[in-house]
């Protein structure tokens, strides 16, 4: 009997209630297959939604982790990555869709790159429209003080954003700061020298956070452009209650600083969005007074979301605390 050539990828999906969206992606990956030797870990987190019954009708070959409970993002990242047997590991979210064959492009560059140890490719929303967030830069106080979509679009190049590489010219892969968790193609050994996810965040960050630590590490992580899958976002968390969202960005963002620029970082960074929300909030009072239901629902949306990171900046979400 032959032997069967080494894994080379290994190819790390976390499930939570997006049993749907992990057969679409995996169907996308069988349509455009890569030639380098891969495997699928699919981890569960504690959804218990059927996919490991999907998995075993449709992609036999898959291996599916059953979490107790829920580990969150990171959590289940780190599990999948301790079954792995590839080199290199690629963290996918599941609701994406390969629109052709990303995956050979980004290991080539991910072995070609000067001292490369993470990267990333476009994202795309489904109408094929670029999704932005693909490139970040780093949280700071100032940045995610002036965060809005008006400054983003009047100055895309500001490194406030970290988001140049996204309106380069050329073609090219171009060094950042740090490229979205929806698909992140990093090499297994910088993955373990970091540390790998950071589970002190439950949802969101952790990204920002892996990516800070391969820098940090001496290594580069690079945005490959001339390849892209479909991000359709949020397939997990559509279902979540309230602003659940919101307050759990926010609360990402500042252990982030906490971590990793200070306390008082942090600490300038929820008084900061208590003064913004309570801005936001009192521009968008008036628009409740408008006889116009589309102005009035969404300005009640607004109000609700702006009511909870109020709520957050002020240490009311008490809840916040148990995602530890």
């Not at 030639?35 to 070959?61: Q, R, Y």
């Not at 009192?282 to 300005?299: D, E, K, S, T, Y």
């Amino acid at each position: 009997m032959r032997d069967l050539p080494p894994v080379n990828l290994s190819i790390i999906i976390v499930n939570w209630n997006s049993k749907d969206y992990v057969r679409q992606c995996l169907e996308s990956i069988a349509r455009h297959r890569p030639a380098a030797n891969f495997e699928v870990i699919v981890a569960d987190n504690a959804s218990f939604d059927g996919c490991d019954k999907m998995l075993e009708s449709a992609f036999p070959a898959a291996v599916f982790l059953q979490a107790g409970k829920n580990l969150g993002f990171a959590g289940a990242n780190n599990l999948g990555a301790r079954h792995a047997k590839g080199p290199n590991l690629l963290f996918l979210n599941p609701d994406t869709e390969f629109l052709g064959n990303s995956i050979d492009p980004l290991l080539q560059r991910l072995a070609a790159l000067p001292n490369a140890g993470a990267v990333g490719c476009k994202l795309l929303h489904p109408d094929r429209s670029l999704q932005t967030s693909c490139v970040q830069s780093f949280p700071t106080v100032i940045n995610q003080a002036l965060d809005s979509e008006f400054l983003r679009r009047r100055f895309p190049r500001s490194p406030l954003w970290g988001m140049a590489a996204l309106h380069s010219d050329e073609i090219t892969p171009s060094e950042v700061e740090a490229i979205s968790g929806a698909a992140i193609l990093i090499k297994r050994d910088v993955f373990v020298a970091v540390g790998g996810f950071s589970e002190s965040y439950f949802m969101y960050g952790e990204d920002l956070d892996l990516c800070f630590k391969v820098r940090r590490a001496g290594y580069r992580v690079y945005h490959v452009p001339e390849t892209s899958i479909v991000h359709y976002g949020g397939g997990s968390t559509k279902t979540s209650a309230g602003n659940f969202s919101n307050v759990m960005m926010r609360e990402s963002v500042h252990r982030f600083l906490r971590a990793h620029r200070g306390v008082l970082s942090a600490s300038l960074y929820r008084a900061t969005m208590a003064a913004t929300a309570l801005l936001r909030m009192a521009l968008i009072l008036p628009l409740l007074l408008v006889r116009r239901n589309g102005v009035v629902q969404r300005g009640k949306t607004a109000l609700r979301k702006w009511t909870a990171i109020l709520r957050w900046s002020c240490g009311l979400e008490s809840w916040v605390n148990t995602r530890e």
